[in-house]
């Protein structure tokens, strides 16, 4: 069975500086990866995703992470935050096969709070 | 579209009674999913589906039980409320593509409280 660890429950970061939230999986098989982003008293909406290919993958609004095979590591990261910023980020993985409903694993995820 | 939408948004009930939690979808997806999201924690799948008249238990369903009589419903039922079950509860769809990856949409949850 795969899990998923965030590293860090809370980022606090000023605004424009540079942020990266770290997120670990493990899996004996391979895998799809994602994250997802939930702004207060809202559903998750997704970031970004790896599915296979070039290991730097590019979300929404600015972020991107890299997929690290030999870490086992999905870092998501942004040059340079905004207040808009503020909210929830969940790292979650799916098995990368065939056949039966794509279950999601998440994170605890890691609130990233934006300081002026 | 309206995308997956959930009803209530909020809702508080006494120990033992029930209710249902609505979800629909108005993508003519496939697949759909029932979370449960705790403070602190990560989402945990309860129930899911493949297709109408398919369903199947996910990480956590003892205390609830689903139907899937459409493409488009999804409804998430407790029979006997706990206050084990106080939870932000999410509903979510996907296209369902075998072999390939599969984005999940999310509702914007409905907040449980059992007192």
């Known amino acids: 069975a795969q899990s998923v660890t965030q590293l860090d429950s809370q980022v606090p970061v000023f605004e424009e500086a540079p942020v990266e939230l770290r997120c670990n999986y493990s899996s004996s098989v391979s895998v799809y990866l994602f994250w997802y982003v939930q702004y207060p008293n809202q559903g998750l909406q997704l970031l970004l995703k790896y599915l296979s290919g070039s290991t730097l993958v590019k979300g929404i609004n600015g972020f991107e992470a890299e997929f690290n095979k030999s870490q086992t590591s999905f870092h998501l990261r942004k040059p340079s935050v905004h207040i808009s910023d503020t909210a929830e980020y969940f790292c979650?993985?799916?098995?990368?096969?065939?056949?039966?409903?794509?279950?999601?694993?998440f994170g605890s995820g890691t609130q990233l709070t934006v300081l002026p | 579209n309206a995308g997956v939408t959930q009803t209530p948004k909020f809702r508080i009930l006494k120990i033992g009674q029930s209710m249902t939690l609505q979800c629909t979808q108005d993508?003519?997806?496939?697949?759909m999913y029932w979370y449960r999201q705790d403070p602190g924690m990560g989402l945990k799948l309860i129930y899911y589906?493949?297709?109408?008249?398919?369903?199947d238990k996910g990480e956590v369903p003892n205390g609830y039980n689903v139907s899937r009589s459409t493409t488009e419903d999804f409804p998430l039922r407790l029979e006997l409320a706990a206050p084990s079950q106080t939870s932000v509860y999410f509903c979510?769809?996907?296209?369902?593509?075998?072999?390939?990856?599969?984005?999940?949409?999310f509702g914007p949850g409905t907040r449980l409280t059992v007192l």
């Open positions: 979510a769809s996907s296209l369902g593509l075998a072999g390939r990856s599969d984005t999940q949409y």
């Open positions: 589906s493949v297709g109408a008249g398919i369903t």
């Open positions: 979650a993985v799916s098995l990368g096969s065939s056949g039966s409903a794509r279950q999601l694993t």
């Open positions: 993508m003519n997806h496939n697949y």
